[in-house]
């Protein structure tokens, strides 16, 4: 699937890595203009020798806080990655600039590992990608040690956490190259991690006495929106429709049959969709993730099976049909839409089955107290997000220890501010009818009760006869699903443990069975019909919307897919939608003005750049 490793191509393009300045090699290289916000300080810590612990978004530009050191510091710098399609990814990119990049992992037969290993032992490599349980063999270490290492970057960091989500027992046995290589500077990094696994990191990896460098994590160009679920079918296709048509995006589902339903049922509406889950063969699986990050316009629809380490800058969407288990979750997997940072729309539906099917699965799942309640918290948490009615933005980075002063201004609640109403009396109504029946009921028969209604079921149990029969009938059936939601997100009431969906009565709820508290619900907005794209946020549009020369755009695009498929890599390996679009609006008619494009480094230059001036000129002359 990838080019071979051919390491004599690769000398050719041999940079010297010796006495160049990090600033030298950002912009000659990677053809960038400055470092981010701490990309600089963190460049310069590793380079000089140092530890550091880097906690950054998605999409902030982690790549580069090792890449650089790597090329600055003499020997060869090993990065830890766990995810074997990303290092593929990261490997082919930085060969494509000129960087000598290789990796080692299962994927590769006994020859190939072996010129991959020689060509590291010979000081040929700038950079290593090592999957973790390949690195903790005896064999590689002994390897490592005869060989000139720079430094060693761990990424994913998080995977370390015990309690986190992504746990891989292979990431506590890292904590060896700390003693078996106490001089060699060491970078850790994650994009998600509370304070508890942060610290978790630093102990696990022997990083106490690193410097930690946490930037914001705030994602402004993600538009957060979250809706109740009505009919999830119609309410994603119109979603689609109305603001993502032709876009790629990524639909996140729980189960693997929803998976592949939903990507059918999106087929069947002329999108190109395609499943992702663990049940698919493997060949299908790598070969739907294939057609997600090479072609246009693929929508992927998957468990969270899916995602871990994808690289793609143009994710336009991240969609959600069902809920995830925590922020944490919440906040990895939309985080995969917009890394480019151009506008993108993490959606969400959600209603009250997903609630209990989430508090159900918890608690019937194995695990000691401590692991449940650490669960609980953190879907109690998630829940809180969707039926806030503040800004979104600011609970989310609240969560993560972040603060922002002002609502965002790019989130559902920001742009629809959802109103409430005083809910005391219903609340209480719904509680005793609870109560009135037995706390043995799920929601459809308990809104029959509170709507009176002259159902079979409700007269043979003889609750056509309890004091809350017929005391509901000013809400709809909606209204009162929307009461019933909230109450078990907020704990007032919990789904019978034993399944069948019977809600009980917590102990919290007291003093509103008493009506002793005044209760405020969210009215649940009502959906407008055209919600297009205009209504869709505060940052502008997606690159291929401020196009406005159409044709030369698609000439620059069918001229990088020519080289990506020649080479089997990726469109965005060969240059970012960004870098084209400032092609097209600079018209460079010289590799010198061409060298000035944000993207375009040395190696780039000398590779594509006759390529594409000759199709820039072909573009002035039309
Ligand atoms: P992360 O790993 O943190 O999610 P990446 O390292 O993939 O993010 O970087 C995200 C994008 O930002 C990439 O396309 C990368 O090339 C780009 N990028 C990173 N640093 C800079 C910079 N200093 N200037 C311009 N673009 C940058
Ligand atoms: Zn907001």
């Known amino acids: 699937m990838y080019p071979d490793q051919d390491f004599e191509q690769l000398s050719a393009h041999r940079p010297t890595t010796s006495g160049r300045s990090p600033e030298q090699v950002l912009h ?61 990814d990261q490997v082919a990119a930085l060969r494509e600039l ?43 270490l002994e390897l490592l040690h005869d060989a000139s290492i720079s430094l060693f970057a761990i990424d994913e960091a998080h995977c370390v956490s015990q309690w986190g989500h992504d746990f891989r027992s292979d990431y506590l046995q890292l904590a060896v190259l700390a003693n078996e290589f106490p001089s060699i500077p060491r970078i850790a990094l994650t994009a998600t991690a509370d304070e508890r696994t942060r610290k978790e990191i630093a102990e696990r990896l022997s990083l106490t006495e690193a410097r930690h460098f946490i930037s914001g994590f705030d994602r402004p160009n993600i538009q957060y929106r979250i809706a109740p679920k009505t009919n999830a079918n119609k309410q994603l296709l119109d979603f689609i429709k109305a603001e993502h048509e032709g876009d790629c995006g ?39 993730q294939e057609r997600f990050l090479r072609e246009d316009g693929v929508i992927i629809v998957a468990t969270i099976a899916f995602g871990m380490g994808i690289d793609k800058p143009d994710v336009r969407f991240v969609a959600h049909l069902d809920l995830p288990k925590s922020l944490e979750a919440y906040y990895q997997e939309t985080g995969r839409a917009g890394r480019d940072g151009k506008p993108s729309t993490a959606w969400m539906v959600y209603g009250l089955q997903d609630v209990i099917k989430l508090r159900q699965m918890l608690e019937a799942s194995q695990g000691n107290d401590h692991f449940k309640r650490v669960e609980r918290q953190k879907l109690d948490a998630m829940l809180g997000l969707c039926e806030v009615t503040k800004c979104r933005r600011q609970v989310l980075l609240n969560y993560f220890g972040d603060e922002l002063e002002v609502p965002c201004g790019n989130c559902d609640t920001c742009l629809n501010p959802p109103e409430t109403w005083d809910g005391t009396v219903a609340v209480q109504k719904a509680l005793s009818c609870v109560f009135r029946t037995g706390q043995r009921f799920g929601v459809t028969y308990l809104i029959d009760v509170l709507r009176g209604s002259e159902n079979e079921r409700v007269r043979q149990s003889g609750h056509h006869q309890v004091s809350t029969y017929g005391i509901g009938i000013e809400l709809s059936v909606t209204e009162w699903k929307s ?11 919990r789904a019978d443990p034993e399944g069948y969906g019977a809600l009980q009565l917590t102990e919290q709820c007291r003093p509103l069975l008493k009506g002793e508290h005044k209760v405020e ?14 209504s869709s946020g505060r940052s502008g549009s997606a690159v291929k919307d401020q196009v406005t020369d ?49 993207g375009v480094g040395a190696a780039k230059l000398e590779k594509y750049g006759e390529i594409f001036l000759a199709a820039i000129a072909r573009l002035n002359q039309a």
């Not at 090792?66 to 510091?73: D, E, F, H, T």
């Open 98 to 140: 000129g960087v000598r990049a290789a990796f080692l992992n299962s994927t590769m037969d006994f020859e190939q590992a072996r010129a991959t290993e020689y060509a590291l032992s010979t000081g040929e490599l700038d950079l290593l990608y090592c999957a973790p349980e390949r690195l903790i063999q005896p064999r590689t």
């Open 250 to 288: 990524i639909v996140y589902c729980l189960s693997r049959n929803k998976v592949d339903a939903t990507a059918k049922m999106l087929a069947q509406k002329g999108y190109t969709a395609l499943p992702y889950h663990a049940g698919l063969p493997s060949n299908d699986r790598a070969h739907n």
């Open 550 to 598: 159409h044709v030369g755009w698609e000439a620059l695009r069918a001229c990088r897919k020519e080289l990506a498929d020649k080479q089997g890599v990726p469109p965005y390996v060969i240059f970012h939608d960004t870098t084209l679009f400032d092609m097209l609006e600079r018209k460079p008619q010289t590799l010198d003005e061409l060298a000035g494009v944000s």
């Open 483 to 493: 009461v019933f939601r909230q109450l078990v997100a907020n704990g007032y009431l």
């Open 28 to 88: 000659e290289v990677f053809g960038y203009e400055s470092f981010r916000p701490l990309q600089g300080e963190i460049i310069h810590e590793v380079a000089s020798g140092g530890d550091a612990l880097v906690l950054m978004p998605t999409g902030g530009g982690k790549s580069l806080c090792y890449q650089v050191p790597a090329l600055v510091r003499s020997g060869t710098a090993i990065v830890i990655s766990p995810l074997i399609a990303l290092m593929q």
């Open 521 to 534: 619900l969210r009215k649940d907005p009502v959906v407008k019909k055209s919600a297009g794209r205009s």
